[in-house]
């Protein structure tokens, strides 16, 4: 897929059809995650990988009730709660697999140049025809020391990009872009 159609194409995907992902699928998409560019060529970033679909699914729920009772740390007020009481309302969106992108610094730049990592991901994952959404309320509670324990994430990490991935039910429609808002100076 040329790189503008990939750009062009790409969709928050939030349903996903039963089939598993490749390990080596997985590991390819890491691949092209890393190849983003770093501040001083750093490469702050590391990846944890999630491929058991009924464990995400319990971290999604467990996420969603501590979100309920950490409001503040949603960002999202009132809004959040509505998504996340809503039912059968599934915050990973029984994604076949989840990438967690994490800082493994705190750099200055190190929570930038993971963001630029994931959305390479993200790119790769288009032009493969696997759908994901980068899953923002999913962080605070991944950044929770005995949650980060518990998934034997290192402590010193600290979770910037959670992905849920698979291949889409279907590919969403696009909701249209904004007019770039440009200042020549």
């Known amino acids: 897929m040329e790189l503008i159609t990939v750009l062009t ?19 390819r998409l890491i691949e092209a995650a890393v190849l983003a560019p770093s501040a001083v060529n750093q490469q702050p970033w590391a ?3 999630l491929t058991d679909r009924a ?21 999202l007020g009132n809004a ?12 990973f969106y029984h994604a076949p697999a989840v990438i967690i992108v994490m800082a493994r610094t705190g750099n200055q730049q190190a929570a930038e140049d993971c963001c630029l990592a994931a959305e ?3 790119l790769a994952a288009r032009s493969e025809d696997i759908g994901t ?17 518990e ?24 909701h249209g872009r904004k007019p770039p808002e440009i200042h020549w100076v």
């Open 9 to 27: 194409n790409r969709r928050a995907v939030r349903d996903y059809k039963d089939t598993p992902l490749d390990r080596g699928v997985i590991e």
């Open 47 to 49: 990846f944890a990988v």
């Open 55 to 75: 464990r995400i699914d319990g971290y999604a729920e467990r996420a969603a009730q501590w979100l309920l009772a950490h409001p503040e740390e949603s960002g």
């Open 80 to 91: 959040a709660a509505e998504l996340l009481e809503k039912p059968g309302f599934s915050m």
């Open 120 to 122: 390479n991901l993200m």
């Open 133 to 149: 959404c980068w899953i923002g309320f999913a962080r605070p509670w991944l950044n929770v020391a005995s949650v980060k324990a």
């Open 151 to 174: 998934l034997g994430l290192p402590e010193g990490y600290t979770v910037v990009a959670p992905i849920a991935l698979g291949y889409p039910a279907a590919w969403p429609e696009s």
